[in-house]
């Protein structure tokens, strides 16, 4: 889908069509399903001989809107909106995958994303191999005849590592396979994968589109054909998102490059601060010269993300330590909030990951995950900076 006017605009102007109440913003269809003007017409649109809106585990008017507005930013040509970003990821591995196939995946990805490879999928006879971050040449190596799709984060939760999405992109199209990328840590508003070789985007919804930690959602987007494979599986399985949720993401979409501007301005400073702290063995930010692809994440993102990863020196109990004594920042496991959120990833979001299976991504003891949220950038770094000298 091509974006007429600039980011900006088309996140604040794509709307679904006015009712003839020519209401400003748009208006919330809670409604399980639509009606039919005849026999004919729902005979018609049932065989899908016309467009429309027949049940909202289908398609509603909100999530059309919300779909709309990410296929415009992503540059996609066809989207399908779920439940939650786990949803996403499920469903378009579900609709992609047949008995016997193959899946190439980096190393470094979300904890529950690990739990598919490993303990869901294997039960449909689905198998996948791990590649590392830092070795893109060894990919070739793992593609198997059966291998139908490479899947990767950039960048990755919770260690903000990034990847190299067009060399990524040429390696899925020497061998004929797909790429799929999950984008939510940059949104599409600081990196389209689909411009460097990406055939499906997935987002979780949660996290910085909706910004304020209120509603669960997820979106796929991509090509035509390849969504309308995700879309028929969905339409039967149900993971749909509800038009309530898709109404509060679409509204939120309007200030998206506003507060993803702020965050990232806010992140730098912090990871600025916290690479010159005594207390702090390593930092990770993708804009930050010290990480190893700060070229690459400056070629492929407008600017950082939101995300801190740093080590606090003296392992799990100073960790603990540095949780007990936050005061003004959240512990929760969400991200991309307008409130600032820590998270220890080894006894959260990667916690049913084994010692080995966290070491070999990068998540120590001692790894904490910021969010770096919009209060004002004084005082989310005093905060850091008495839990880090109690």
């Known amino acids: 889908m091509i974006m007429k006017n600039k980011f900006e605009t088309e996140a604040i102007r794509t709307q679904t069509e006015r009712s003839q109440f020519l209401e400003h913003s748009t208006p919330m269809y809670v409604t399980s399903s639509f009606v039919f003007e005849d026999a004919e017409d729902m005979r018609a649109s049932f065989s899908e001989e016309k467009e429309r809106n027949i049940y909202s585990r289908y398609s509603n008017p909100n999530t059309n809107e919300f779909i709309e507005k990410v296929c415009k930013m992503e540059g996609a040509e066809a989207g399908f909106a779920f ?11 579900a609709s992609l995958l047949d008995s016997g196939d193959h899946v190439v995946s980096a190393r470094n990805i979300f904890g529950s994303t690990h739990s598919l490879f490993m303990n869901f999928l294997p039960k449909w006879n689905i198998t996948s191999d791990y590649f590392e971050i830092d070795d ?10 059966t291998t139908k799709f490479i899947y990767a984060e950039s960048p990755t939760n919770p260690g903000v590592d990034v990847l190299d999405l ?30 460097f070789g990406a055939d499906l985007v997935i987002h979780s919804g949660t996290k910085l589109m909706d910004g304020q930690g209120r509603v669960l959602a997820g979106i796929t987007v991509g090509s035509a054909e390849l969504i309308d494979k995700v879309y028929r599986f969905s339409r039967i399985t149900g993971p749909a998102l509800s038009p309530f949720n898709a109404w509060v993401i679409s509204k939120s979409l309007e200030t998206l490059a506003v507060r993803v501007d702020r965050h990232c301005e806010n992140a730098l400073k912090l990871a ?11 930092v990770k930010y993708p804009f930050l010269k010290s990480h190893p692809m700060y070229e690459v994440a400056k070629k492929q993102m407008k600017a950082g993300g939101s995300i801190v990863a740093f080590e606090v020196k003296g392992g799990l109990e100073a960790g603990r330590n540095f949780f007990d004594a936050i005061k003004l920042l959240s512990l929760s496991a969400n ?16 916690s049913k990951l084994t010692t080995e299976e966290r070491e070999a991504v990068n998540i120590t003891d001692g790894t904490v ?3 770096v949220g919009l209060e004002h950038i004084d005082d989310i770094i005093a905060d850091i900076k008495q839990a880090l000298e109690p």
């Not at 067009?166 to 411009?195: R, S, V």
């Not at 600025?272 to 390593?282: R, T």
């Open 83 to 93: 439940a939650s970003g786990m949803a996403a990821v499920f469903s378009t591995f």
């Open 136 to 145: 893109l040449e060894g990919i070739d190596k793992l593609i198997k005849p």
């Open 166 to 195: 067009e060399e990524l992109g040429k390696i899925a199209k020497k061998h004929n396979i797909l790429l799929i990328i999950d984008n939510c840590f940059a949104t599409p508003y600081l990196q389209q994968p689909i411009k």
């Open 272 to 282: 600025e601060f916290l690479e010159n702290h005594p207390k702090v063995n390593w």
């Open 335 to 350: 991200l991309g909030d307008a409130r600032s959120i820590v998270t220890h990833p080894a006894s959260t979001t990667h």
């Open 369 to 371: 995950r910021v969010s």
